[in-house]
């Protein structure tokens, strides 16, 4: 039996059958991640000490009944940014190199509560900014199909581990498509939330008004039972959201028929790879053979979307990165002898250029004499792009498009072009804007053998619809089953 093989509902069921303990799941995982992940630089901080402590524990719940739940005695990877009690958590930046936190986000209680063994902090890009996780201040990750691709970001070293079988399942964030694009762009399916459905209490901000937490994993049954697990209000979190709660059965019921799926022309205009476009007709094509009726529309504020996002983003992230200045936690330059110096001097040597640049944006478009003329307008923008939505929600039960317009690019080419990598994002940022969730899945592979992501996206509090489409094209399909060889 290989364990890394198996689903991560596959290992709960085992390990409550008695066929595996919650030690073997635990041993297997680490046994591969020191393998493999030298290859692949998945993990920034792996939790050995603390993950076998807690399958010991977990072990005695599952046999005394305290654990029951679909995830228990599962291991789990987290990432980076997301908080752990007496465990590092550094966003991948030197800045937050120390930083260890005394507190557990709330989906990490949540986590635990379910009896899952957090096993290690997964690398992103710095502060969640980027697509490629190249900003990483601890290096970059590979794609398990071809290291020398992007695996996407900032999600990356989730999405790879997951992929590369160093985790069954994944948390994520994702503030513009940090989820959803690196599943594309290695062959696995990860759930953007609607914003509210998941507290958001010891997520290390990006993007306050956009950033959502979510599960990663192989299948979208993993996804669904991880959504189950972290989904609901906190009291801990304003933003968050009461609302009926997730409905995991009809989630895997993979049921379409009748449904009326819409895909956005302005999705397969001009920039979309072909490889990418036919995939996600091909999709469309089996939604129509599984009862759906699938039919285009125009949706032509989609050019909008990426100036909206960039500037409500970095807006947001300038306020909440002015936080880091080497006073209370964190980096402190050695070098300064002043307050001036300290609070220059660590900032410049403690974030990455990519957080420099988004920062720097953010504070002039919020400075006086261009605050109306940018961040207002985008404001006035987002608006727009939530009605955009709500219109096609009255005609349609769900939407369909790509996560990207082309598969993972090679190593340094996007980074070395920033408005490229930005523009990678056109049909991920508009779900965030709007507050929506989407589901990314497997639809397909590139004529390099390159994963293609197909998202589906649906009304605010209606993830269970969306998954069942998901599940029905799932069911139909078998691209989920392929996994990149390891070598």
């Known amino acids: 039996m290989n364990i890394c093989e198996m689903t991560a509902l596959e290992i709960s069921n085992a390990v409550k059958n008695k066929e595996i303990t919650v030690k073997d799941a635990v041993d297997a995982f680490f046994a591969a991640i020191d393998e493999y992940d030298g290859k692949y630089h998945c993990y920034n901080t792996l939790c050995k000490k603390e993950a076998y402590e807690r399958a010991e524990e977990v072990q005695k719940g599952i046999d005394c009944g305290k654990y029951n739940g679909k995830l228990a005695g599962v291991p789990i990877g987290i990432k980076d940014n997301i908080c752990t009690k007496d465990i590092l958590t550094t966003c991948s930046s030197k800045i937050l190199e120390n930083f260890i936190p005394t507190y ?136 968050s959201m009461v609302y009926p709660k997730f409905d995991f059965d009809k ?87 002043t307050l001036m110096e300290t609070y220059v001097k660590t900032r410049s040597e403690g974030f990455g250029m990519e957080v420099k640049r988004r920062i720097m944006l953010g504070n002039f ?33 769900m939407l369909l498009g790509p996560v990207a317009p082309t598969t993972a690019l090679k190593i340094g080419e996007s980074l070395s072009d920033p408005l490229k990598m930005y523009l990678g994002d056109i049909y991920t940022v508009m779900i965030n804007i709007a507050g929506m969730p989407s589901m990314s899945v497997p639809c397909g592979f590139d004529k390099d053998n390159m994963p293609i992501g197909m998202q589906i996206i649906g009304k605010p509090f209606e993830e269970a619809e969306i998954m069942s489409a998901a599940k029905a094209f799932e069911n139909a399909t078998d691209f989920h089953k392929k996994l990149p060889d390891l070598g």
Not at 291 to 307: L, N, S
Not at 368 to 391: E, M, R, T
């Open 104 to 239: 557990n986000a709330t989906v990490v209680n949540r986590l635990n509560d379910e009896g899952m063994v957090i096993i290690g902090k997964l690398n992103m890009d710095e502060f969640a900014m980027g697509s490629t996780t190249e900003t990483s201040a601890t290096g970059v990750t590979h794609n398990p199909w071809d290291t020398d691709k992007v695996p996407g970001g900032s999600s990356g070293g989730a999405a790879a581990a997951v992929a590369a079988r160093l985790s069954p399942v994944a948390l994520g964030s994702d503030t513009g498509g940090s989820i959803r694009q690196p599943c594309s762009f290695c062959g696995v399916s990860g759930l953007k939330p609607t914003y509210g459905a998941v507290s958001r209490y010891g997520l290390v901000a990006y993007a306050s008004s956009l950033d959502q937490i979510g599960p990663m994993g192989k299948t979208v049954d993993d996804c669904a039972a991880l959504f189950s697990v972290i989904q609901g209000k906190d009291e801990k979190d304003g933003t």
């Open 251 to 337: 989630a895997v019921k993979g049921d379409v028929g009748g449904k009326k799926i819409g895909i956005p022309e302005d999705y397969l205009g001009e920039g979309i790879s072909p490889d990418v476009k036919d995939a996600v007709l091909a999709a469309a094509d089996k939604f129509r053979e599984e009862g759906a009726v699938v039919e285009t529309f125009k949706m032509p504020i989609v050019k909008y979307a990426i100036p909206a996002y960039y500037i409500i983003a970095c807006a947001e992230a300038c306020s909440n990165l002015s936080r880091y200045d080497g006073i209370k936690y964190g980096y402190s330059s050695p070098d300064a002898d």
């Open 365 to 397: 478009v919020l400075s006086s004499g261009y605050y109306d003329a940018y961040y207002n307008k985008a404001l006035k923008a987002k608006k727009l792009i939530q009605n955009a939505f709500y219109d096609a929600f009255k005609k349609y039960d």
